[in-house]
C-alpha cells in the first residue's frame, strides 16, 4: 500500500486502514480531484466488496467526514448547501458522489436536491446513496 501524503492519487485499501484513519488523511486537508485517491475495495481475501459494502462504506466515510469537519453535533440534514458541497467534493476525491433524494409524506420519491424542494412541509424524509464516478 502506497503511503498518504500531500500528493493526490494515492492508493488505500480498507483491510490495511480503518474508516477513522481514513477520514483523518482524507479529511484533513484541502479536497483534491476527481478520482484522486483509490480505494481498492476488497477484503482481506482480496474478494471485492459487494455493491451494498461499496454503498455502506462510502455513506459510513461520508457521516465521518461531515463529523470531522463540521464537529460531531452537526446532523447531514443540518448542513448547508456550502457545507453539503464541500463534503461532496470531499467525496469525489474518492470516486464517488453523494446523490440526494426526498421522499414527500405521500410516500413518494423525488430525485431532486432537498434545497431545491420547495414544499419543505411535505418532506417526510431525505435519502442519500452514494454513486461511482
Known amino acids: 500500500m502506497q503511503d498518504y501524503n500531500n500528493d493526490y492519487n494515492s492508493y488505500l485499501r480498507p483491510d490495511e486502514i480503518q474508516i477513522k484513519d481514513l477520514v483523518g488523511k482524507v479529511f484533513c486537508k484541502p479536497y ?10 476488497v477484503d482481506e481475501d482480496d474478494i471485492p466488496f ?6 455502506n462504506f462510502y ?9 470531522y469537519l463540521y464537529g460531531v453535533n452537526k446532523k447531514p440534514l443540518d448542513l448547508s448547501s456550502d457545507e453539503y458541497f464541500e463534503l461532496d467534493q ?3 476525491s474518492l470516486g464517488v458522489t453523494i446523490k440526494k ?3 414527500t409524506k405521500q410516500n413518494e420519491r423525488l430525485d431532486i436536491d432537498p434545497f431545491e424542494y420547495e414544499d419543505k412541509d411535505n ?3 431525505v435519502g442519500v446513496f452514494i454513486e461511482i464516478l
Open 32 to 41: 483534491g480531484p476527481p478520482n484522486s485517491i483509490v480505494v481498492e475495495l
Open 50 to 55: 459487494s455493491e451494498q459494502d461499496v454503498q
Open 59 to 67: 455513506l459510513d466515510v461520508a457521516f465521518c467526514g461531515l463529523k
Open 90 to 92: 470531499y467525496m469525489r
Open 101 to 103: 433524494y426526498v421522499v
Open 123 to 125: 418532506i417526510l424524509y
